[in-house]
T-cell receptor
Framework: AQTVTQSQPEMSVQEAETVTLSCTYD???????LFWYKQPPSRQMILVIR??????QNATENRFSVNFQKAAKSFSLKISDSQLGDAAMYFC???????????FGTGTSLTVIP | NAGVMQNPRHLVRRRGQEARLRCSPM?????VYWYRQLPEEGLKFMVY????????ESGMPKERFSAEFPKEGPSILRIQQVVRGDSAAYFC?????????????FGEGSRLTVL
């Protein structure tokens, strides 16, 4: 089974600064999807950003962008101009192109300091 | 278009009782996933279902846990003879049949507390 590793249990960032959350994964497949989900204190998981492995261009959604390094199996999330509302648990997830199983990392708890 | 609906949001059971958690997927979605989140841990896959079929239950404990997704009505995650270790947040997620978007849509979760 594929594994997803988030090596930073907790991170903090000053408001308006930039923070990068790391994620690595293990797979033998060439086609797959990668996701970052956000879980705020209200607990509903929300999709932040998605990356298709066949696309070389890094995905961007407003203040959120990824650094996708396929050879290194790395998928980090960069949050620019951090806001108080960004405080949440962030989960990295992997999904095979052929299967329907999603694999999640253990999460990174992000604190935004005013 | 209503999102994924889970109920109850909070459930308290005594050891040995049964817990039933319900999940209504988003309209048009025919795939349902159940995940368990223990305190300070990530999401652990439990089971993946389509209407009237269990596709993958590799994450389900062998005993006391069962899931169904009938032709009509919500998906049900059933835990028999609950123990304190079953206390967790249980999340349901759904996806459309074509899976083109590739993402899951999550409910707000059901928090089970076993006394």
């Amino acid at each position: 089974a594929q594994t997803v590793t988030q090596s930073q249990p907790e991170m903090s960032v000053q408001e308006a600064e930039t923070v990068t959350l790391s994620c690595t994964y293990d797979t033998s497949e060439s086609d797959y999807y990668l996701f970052w989900y956000k879980q705020p204190p209200s607990r509903q998981m929300i999709l932040v950003i998605r990356q298709e492995a066949y696309k070389q261009q890094n995905a961007t959604e407003n203040r959120f962008s990824v650094n996708f390094q396929k050879a290194a199996k790395s998928f980090s999330l960069k949050i620019s101009d951090s806001q108080l509302g960004d405080a949440a648990m962030y989960f990295c997830a992997y999904r095979s192109d052929t299967g329907n199983q999603f694999y999640f990392g253990t999460g990174t708890s992000l604190t935004v300091i005013p | 278009n209503a999102g994924v609906m889970q109920n109850p949001r909070h459930l308290v059971r005594r050891r040995g009782q049964e817990a039933r958690l319900r999940c209504s997927p988003m309209k048009g979605h025919s795939h349902v996933y159940w995940y368990r989140q223990l305190p300070e841990e990530g999401l652990k896959f439990m089971v993946y279902l389509q209407k009237e079929n269990i596709i993958d239950e590799s994450g389900m404990p062998k005993e006391r846990f069962s899931a169904e997704f009938p032709k009509e009505g919500p998906s049900i995650l059933r835990i028999q003879q609950v123990v304190r270790g079953d206390s967790a947040a249980y999340f349901c997620a759904s996806s459309p049949p074509n899976f083109a978007a590739g993402e899951l849509f999550f409910g707000e979760g059901s928090r089970l507390t076993v006394l």
